[in-house]
Nanobody, 124 residues
Framework: QVQLVESKGGLVQAGDSLRLSCAAS????????VGWFRQAPGKAREFVAT????????YYAETVKGRFTISRDNAKNTAYLQMSSLKPEDTAVYYC?????????????????WGQGTQVTVSS
């Protein structure tokens, strides 16, 4: 059973940057595509970004494209989400998730393993 642990988020100001990490245990990260999702208060969870197992491809939600960067270090069994130019509307609980190869990227129910989530709050 793969377990995922996200790094602590935090309270930042608009325009700041923040990097989240997602450490995997109980399995090799290189077997999975990694995704980041987020859920704002009162809203459904939404896709943010995803990266294929070999890191050959990345995909982003339009709302974060150009500001967020997803990456992975398979040797460290860790994935990252670098967030820049943060906006108040980026405030949410952020989750990392793993999907087996061949699953549809960016589709929430295609991801099998989920972290516990970490709160990111962006003040204006």
């Amino acid at each position: 059973q793969v377990q995922l642990v996200e790094s602590k988020g935090g309270l930042v100001q608009a325009g700041d940057s923040l990097r989240l990490s997602c450490a995997a245990s109980g399995g090799s990260l290189n077997m999975y595509n990694v995704g980041w999702f987020r859920q704002a208060p009162g809203k459904a969870r939404e896709f943010v970004a995803t990266i294929t197992s070999s890191a050959s491809s990345t995909y982003y939600a339009e709302t974060v494209k150009g500001r967020f960067t997803i990456s992975r270090d398979n040797a460290k069994n860790t994935a990252y989400l670098q967030m820049s130019s943060l906006k108040p509307e980026d405030t949410a609980v952020y989750y990392c998730a793993l999907a087996r190869r061949g699953r549809r990227l960016g589709v929430e129910n295609e991801y099998d393993y989920w972290g516990q989530g970490t709160q990111v709050t962006v003040s204006s």
